[in-house]
């Protein structure tokens, strides 16, 4: 790969850690293991046995636990201090130097890029969490669970296409979240308060 490629894929990773962490690191680690694909720079850490165990079994938690009404917000609370520094380290990992030197600035960029695709899961599924149904919630867990995947698979072959389509699909995600977060807020706005048909006692 060359240096603009590995750029995109390391950016690539990290945005898919701020949504399915412990699915992204196993996936990768399975695929350097059975030798799918090489691993670059301090990324081969993932294909150790104890780490391919370990994110393995929190991916099956995961699984579970992001497609419960509710429990998923509590969730993706929880992970905030872990997406983000996994984002961090796959992003700083793929970039890592000749020596295995990971950059400050690359880990920050991993970091950041973690935190707007988390950020913007949790504004997802806190809109959706407003609607008494768990299928749209449901319906939305598996799209993530494809959209990580589907971009494992893609990105060592195509990193910039793949991180394109990442990058489309946050810009469209951010509108549709802006969109339904206005038409909660409109119905609620709407409802009569619990008093309001009560006559004021004297």
Not at 7 to 27: C, D, H, K, N, P
Not at 52 to 60: E, H, I, K, P, T
Not at 161 to 183: H, K
């Amino acid at each position: 790969m060359s240096e603009a490629q590995v750029f995109a894929l390391g950016i690539t990773l990290a945005w898919l850690a701020g949504i399915r962490a412990y699915l992204t690191v196993f996936g990768l680690g399975l695929a350097g293991y059975f030798g799918w694909i090489e691993l670059p720079g301090a990324l081969a850490l993932c294909q150790s046995p104890w780490v391919l165990g370990v994110s393995g079994l929190l991916a099956v938690v995961e699984f579970g636990t992001d497609k419960i009404p509710g429990v998923d917000s509590v969730w993706d609370l929880l992970q905030t201090v872990l997406r983000v520094p996994a984002g961090a380290f796959l992003a700083s990992a793929a970039l890592a130097g000749p020596e295995g030197e990971m950059a400050l600035g690359w880990a920050a960029a991993g970091g950041g890029a973690a935190l707007l695709s988390h950020s913007l899961k949790s504004g997802a599924r806190a809109v959706l969490n407003t609607s008494p149904e768990p299928v749209s919630n449901l319906v939305t867990s598996v799209g993530e669970d494809t959209l990580a995947l589907g971009t494992l698979a893609l990105v060592f072959a195509h990193p910039w296409l793949a991180l394109g389509l990442l990058l489309s699909l946050t810009i469209g995600a951010a509108l549709v979240v802006f969109w339904l977060a206005r038409r909660v807020w409109r119905w609620r706005s709407r409802q009569p308060r619990p008093d309001s048909g009560n006559p004021a006692r004297v």
